[in-house]
């Protein structure tokens, strides 16, 4: 099955900065890939996704890389805000029983 | 995006009892999923409900344990059965309202604690 692997584990970064995660997966058969933000408390809520057949897609303050050939993926955050705090989740999806792998999260904390 | 409802949002149970879960969606469903998330962790698929038949469970989860019930493209049920401390998680209901591969949403979870 997928395996996706994704890092940094905690990120803590200065409000205004940047921040960035990166995943890998294993199956080449993946092509959709979406990124969950958690709230202490709360369900995942899906921020952004990205398909096989793009390369990069954005939406205001976050954005989403793919590289294809390298199995490779990373959710980038700019201008961080102190409520960008939560846990991120990567996963990824190609099986036609439409079911998602998880990464393992990042805790990210965005200091004032 | 659908709006999924989720029942109870937490609970505190005794070992050797049962507690089912209930997720009522707002809208007609192509696909539901169970998922378990311990303290701290990602999350980890228990089974797919599959509308009218039995559900397709992954591998370390069996339907004694977890029975899941899907009646109709709207609703379904988790029963977590004769509960130990090890069963002290989240569990989530998570929809895809399309085919395979489509968003997929989540509800808010319920936290049960077994003591």
């Known amino acids: 099955g997928e395996n996706v692997e994704q890092h940094p584990s905690t990120l803590s970064v200065q409000e205004g900065d940047s921040a960035v995660i990166k995943c890998t997966y294993s199956d080449s058969a993946s092509n959709y890939f979406p990124w969950y933000k958690q709230e202490l408390g709360k369900g995942p809520q899906l921020i952004i996704d990205i398909r096989s057949n793009v390369g990069e897609k954005k939406d205001q303050r976050i954005a989403v890389t793919l590289n294809k050939t390298a199995k490779h993926f990373s959710l980038h955050i700019t201008e961080t805000q102190p409520e960008d705090s939560a846990v991120y989740f990567c996963?990824?999806?190609?099986?036609?029983?439409?079911?998602?792998?998880f990464g393992r999260g990042t805790q990210l904390t965005v200091w004032p | 995006s659908a709006v999924i409802s989720q029942k109870p949002s937490r609970d505190i149970c005794q070992r050797g009892t049962s507690l089912t879960i209930q997720c009522q969606v707002d809208s007609q469903v192509t696909m539901m999923f169970w998922y378990r998330q311990q303290p701290g962790q990602s999350l980890t698929l228990i089974a797919t409900a599959n509308q009218g038949s039995e559900a397709t469970y992954e591998s370390g989860f069996v339907i004694d344990k977890f029975p899941i019930s899907r009646p109709n493209l709207t609703f379904s049920t988790l029963t977590v059965s004769n509960m130990s401390p090890e069963d002290s998680s989240i569990y989530l209901c998570?929809?895809?309202?399309?085919?395979?591969?489509?968003?997929?949403?989540f509800g808010q979870g319920t936290r049960l604690t077994v003591v």
């Open positions: 996963a990824a999806s190609g099986s036609t029983l439409g079911r998602l792998y």
């Open positions: 998570s929809v895809q309202q399309g085919a395979p591969g489509t968003e997929a949403f």
